[in-house]
């Protein structure tokens, strides 16, 4: 059996181990093929294709940002042209936009007292996508929060929190458009997971799925079972695949890699949509 975990990140965003770490430990976790989608760069992939293990291949991939009502709506892209200017143009203008709200985010926690510097959160962020975790992480290590996942609630850097602040991201029919442009294909990232105010409905999902979303992320951690089941239908009747995967953060969430899967037949479907890249096989074992 083979099995397909679409879902990882590394430390070129906000995951704690380098590209060619999680390549390793993707293997040693007995998956053999996986996607690295850190949020809103490509950064990572060239150092994790050099570093693939025999038997071990990768789908070239990223997880966007997008805004939807102001809703926070992540998407998986894979196997899009990694070149092409117009979609790398929108990741560097996310990116911009996140490092410019983590500053502000910073500045606000410091007149709320809490003693973190913007130095302290880019040294966490090792010079990957500089995210929220990334401030919790600094929020944790000055005292401020006993545990990570309180960060993310109104009295932080929950939406709508006294230290949130908001930043740029397309609306989720721009980023699809922008993948397809590149040949790629687009799946929504836990849509019933919650955190953050991204829970999103079925029209909602629907309306993507009408701007040419290929397929939904079902077996997700951060989703139950009854929120796996009804999206298992949804998907079904808006023609989406479903996936399952890991969304692994290295120690951040607990090392993961494999604990959701997607099956053969469905991840063959969706390599046979994009044409703007292949997946990258490892040395042959
Ligand atoms: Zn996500
Ligand atoms: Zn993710």
């Not at 309306?207 to 989703?223: K, N």
Request: overall charge negative.
């Amino acid at each position: 059996m083979v099995r397909i975990d679409l879902h990882l990140h590394s430390s070129a965003s906000d995951g704690t181990d380098p590209p060619a770490e999680v390549m390793r430990r993707a293997r040693a976790a007995g998956v053999d093929v996986v996607a690295l989608t850190d949020h809103d760069t490509t950064a990572g992939l060239a150092e994790a294709a050099r570093a693939l293990p025999a038997g071990l291949t990768l789908v070239p991939g990223v997880e966007l940002s997008s805004l939807m009502d102001s809703r926070s709506v992540h998407l998986l892209g894979y196997l899009f042209d990694t070149a092409d200017p117009d979609l790398a143009a929108e990741f560097a203008k996310i990116r911009e936009s996140r490092r410019d709200r983590a500053r502000g985010m910073v500045a606000r926690l410091r007149a709320l007292g809490v003693p973190v510097t913007w130095q302290q959160v880019t040294r966490i962020a090792a010079g990957g996508t500089v995210g929220r975790p990334h401030v919790a992480r600094a929020m944790l290590d000055s005292g401020a929060i006993s545990q990570f996942d309180e960060a993310f609630t109104k009295d932080w850097i929950a939406p709508g929190g006294r230290a949130y602040v908001d930043r740029y991201a397309p609306t989720p029919a721009r980023a699809i458009g922008l993948v397809r442009a590149a040949g790629g294909v687009t799946a929504l990232a836990h849509p019933r997971a919650g955190r953050g105010g991204s829970w999103l409905p079925r029209e909602r999902i629907a309306e993507l799925a009408a701007a040419g979303l290929a397929a939904v992320e079902v077996d997700h951690p951060d989703q139950n079972h009854e929120q796996r089941a009804e999206l298992r239908r949804e998907a079904s009747e808006l023609g989406l695949l479903a996936l399952g995967s890991s969304d692994d953060h290295g120690s951040l969430t607990g090392h993961r890699i494999g604990c959701e899967t997607t099956s053969q037949e469905v991840y063959e479907r969706l390599v046979a949509l994009a044409n703007g890249a292949n997946p990258i096989p490892g040395p042959p074992t």
